[in-house]
């Protein structure tokens, strides 16, 4: 039974930062890719950033030049370094992997992790 689980996310204020962890644990074989979305209410889901194992990054345009996502296969985990928050950076975040286990490939997603900016 793979697992992804999110952590790190709270309260912050406008301008501060914040750092995402996710970490995939079970019979993994190898993480093809790892990713970050978000919801905000009201909006649909959204690509934040997303990194494969080779290391090339891609992100999403409201939030190019503030966040980083790095790890990919690095002890299975991805982090998702936020700095600059905004209030509409108000969300919940959801990792995101494409895993390959002993039976397979498989698309996992975590439970996701409150994101609240305040002005």
């Known amino acids: 039974q793979v697992q992804l689980v999110e952590s790190g996310g709270g309260l912050v204020q406008a301008g501060g930062s914040l750092r995402l962890s996710c970490a995939a644990s079970g019979s993994i074989f190898s993480i093809n890719f790892m990713a970050w979305y978000r919801r905000a209410p009201g909006k649909e889901r959204e690509l934040v950033a997303h990194i494969t194992s080779g290391g090339n990054t891609n992100y999403g345009d409201s939030v190019k030049g503030r966040f980083t996502i790095s790890g990919a296969n690095a002890k299975n985990t991805v982090t998702l370094q936020m700095n600059s928050l905004k209030p509409e950076d108000t969300a919940v975040y959801y990792c995101?992997?494409?895993?390959?286990?002993?039976?397979?490939?498989?698309?996992?997603w975590g439970q996701g992790t409150q994101v609240t900016v305040s002005s």
């Open positions: 995101n992997a494409v895993i390959r286990t002993i039976a397979g490939t498989g698309n996992y």
